[in-house]
């Protein structure tokens, strides 16, 4: 009877060990699942501030081009009108 609750007392003490190491990898592995959500989360943000910087100098570029392209044709109208003058 004393040597069934010796092997009783031997598998609980093994089962909980067994189960404290399944928690602590567990827990670790939550801490690793919240470190790379944060991770992800920074990503997230330095794309978006990456994607928002690009836009901006897109437009900037696109406006200089506008710009430049107003003035070719104004010195083209001016240039047609010269020649047109002097004939």
């Given at each position: 009877?004393?040597?069934?609750?010796?092997?009783?007392?031997l598998f609980g003490s093994l089962?909980?060990?067994?189960?404290?190491?399944?928690a602590y990898f567990i827990?670790?592995?939550h801490t690793d699942f919240k470190r790379m959500e944060k991770d992800l989360?920074?990503?997230k943000t330095m794309a978006l501030i990456i994607k928002t910087e690009f836009k901006s100098g897109n437009d900037l570029l696109n406006q200089k081009?506008?710009?430049?392209?107003?003035r070719v044709s104004n010195i083209e109208l001016?240039?047609?009108k010269n020649h047109d003058n002097e004939k």
């Open positions: 009877m004393e040597n069934i609750n010796n092997i009783t007392v089962i909980s060990v067994l189960l404290s190491v399944v827990k670790q592995l989360v920074e990503v081009v506008e710009y430049l392209e107003k001016i240039i047609l």
